[in-house]
């Protein structure tokens, strides 16, 4: 089966400047940061052939069964050039012989393991845990590759969560696995010199060909002339989602959703600030809405659209409710002139927010998408010195970020849902803005 390769990430070249609002762990297109995470891949390798050799344990009540569950990772998964199946067969045979063969004799040889219907539940993640870890060793052997950091950070992210979901299975039958000779630290740190040369070209490959051929017919002799072990044959592959032909295209989508919610909330901590005054705030968040329709490049835009829900939802949950005496209505709010410096930073924030959103809606690949975001990323960066100054006002006033962002998420979560609700923006307009309406003189 051939992977469905990496081209998702390759085509994002575009250097990308630190993070304003996340924090990624490697140093962006840098060599030493290529190096970290080539050093990440052998210890996740290492992890996950401490999960294959637990299961091979778990499975030598049976030989045939162990057997074929080690025959069908190396065969049904992909081609057995690979290095990371070279590693993995290395492994397979270094605990088979180590541990298991010299008690042939004690064990079943019917096909029917005990642990079967456990391991079983495991398929998938180990046939995402071998094909995403080959994708990674592809990514980063590329001499000539550009990659993206957050791209590949998002993977390694997804990835250990494979990796963790492998371990929560195999932790429920831990006591057998152990009553049958697993001990983790002593097969993690016998296998690592099986790893670590991953990445080194002038070690070759993990075995030649004269020694795989020798390994594979220990493996794999036992098997001949027995019964196949037609359930586990039948387990379906499947293409994994981290780093496959359309992930970097929907990270993307997930990242331009969190800028997003980002946005949202340094409007409502600007409405918080300006709440001592309704007049002031409402005439804010009008030329806010109206300056993004004038900007945007199609009528209902879904940023705009979201962008009028959440500044709805922050008046309507705790600045209109106090709005009958707490406040005044002067147009004359103590904040004016600092939010007033702001203005130029959100209009460029929402501007290239929805022209990224339009990109991504299309059905081709975003090429300058890492454009956008640092751009998009730098105006909300200069929202926030500007605001720092007047975060204890805010918070006084009642702005809470966090508990306020998990609402405002939920605005913003269906962003690239085509098919999502349309909602009664005339209604959520006129009960914002009809005082302002209703006036001829601007601020």
Not at 88 to 109: A, E, Q, R
Request: net charge negative.
């Amino acid at each position: 089966m051939k992977s469905e390769g990496t081209s998702g990430v390759l085509r994002l070249n575009v250097p990308v400047p630190p993070a304003v609002l996340r924090y990624f762990p490697y140093g962006t297109g840098s060599g030493s940061g290529k190096e970290d995470m080539k050093q990440d891949v052998i210890r996740l390798g290492v992890e996950l052939s401490v999960y294959v050799s637990e299961s091979m344990f778990l499975l030598c009540d049976d030989i045939r069964t162990m057997l074929w569950f080690c025959a069908t990772l190396w065969k049904c998964v992909m081609p057995d050039q690979d290095h990371v199946l070279q590693r993995l067969l290395l492994v397979m045979h270094y605990v088979y012989s180590t541990y298991i063969k010299p008690k042939n004799l004690v064990y079943h040889d019917d096909g029917n393991s005990v642990q079967w219907g456990l391991i079983r539940t495991t398929w998938e993640l180990f046939f995402d845990g071998i094909i995403v870890l080959h994708r990674l060793v592809l990514v980063l052997s590329r001499k000539d590759c550009s990659f993206d950091d957050r791209v590949l950070s998002s993977a390694f992210a997804k990835y250990k969560q494979v990796l963790k979901n492998l371990e929560a299975i195999l932790s429920s039958a831990k006591d057998v696995s152990e009553a049958n000779g697993f001990v983790r630290e002593t097969i993690e740190s016998n296998i690592f010199d099986l790893w670590k040369s991953l990445f080194d070209e002038e070690a070759g490959e993990a075995a030649p060909q004269v020694i795989r051929t020798r390994i594979l017919t220990d493996l794999f002799t036992p098997l001949f002339c027995k019964p196949i072990h037609r359930e586990m044959l039948a387990l379906s592959p499947h293409s994994p989602y981290i780093l496959g032909f359309d992930f970097a295209k929907q990270e993307l989508k997930e990242e331009v959703v969190r800028l997003g919610v980002e946005l949202s909330l340094y409007v409502a901590e600007s409405m918080y600030l300006l709440s001592d005054d309704i007049r002031s705030m409402l005439r804010f968040c009008l030329k806010l809405w109206r300056d993004a329709k004038g900007d945007v490049l199609i009528p209902d835009s879904p940023v705009v659209e979201r962008l009028l829900l959440a500044i709805h939802y922050v008046y309507s949950k705790d600045i209109k409710p106090k709005h009958g005496g707490v406040y005044q209505n002067d147009g004359k709010s103590v904040q004016w002139e600092l939010i007033r410096t702001t203005w130029e930073n959100f209009d460029a924030g929402i501007r290239d927010l929805d022209r990224l959103v339009l990109i991504l809606r299309g059905e081709g690949t975003c090429f300058d998408g890492r454009e956008f975001t640092s751009r998009i990323e730098e105006a909300l960066k200069k929202v926030d010195d500007k605001l720092r100054c007047a975060k204890a006002v805010s918070e006084a006033k009642g702005f809470a970020r966090e508990a306020m962002e998990t609402d405002i998420g939920d605005l913003w979560k269906s962003l690239f849902d085509k098919e999502a609700k349309e909602v009664m923006k005339h209604e959520i307009f006129w009960d914002l803005f009809l005082p302002l309406c209703m006036e001829a003189v601007p601020h």
